[in-house]
């Protein structure tokens, strides 16, 4: 659950934000592989990750 209420809220800011993946991964400090998986539900990100992800 966690994980997509997460998910959910990126894919929020994404919109808001007019970002695409990438520049919002770059942003954040993490790969786009990374971040595919994890819009994927196939990686699980640490609390910091999280963080900086929502951050941005």
Do not use: C, Q
């Amino acid at each position: 659950m966690y994980n997509f209420t997460l998910i959910t809220n990126i894919l929020r800011i994404l919109d808001e934000k007019g970002m695409t993946k990438s520049e919002l991964a770059k942003k954040a400090g993490v790969s786009i592989a990374f971040f595919t998986d994890l819009t994927n539900d196939k990686a699980n990100p640490s609390p910091e990750s999280s963080r900086r992800l929502l951050k941005h």
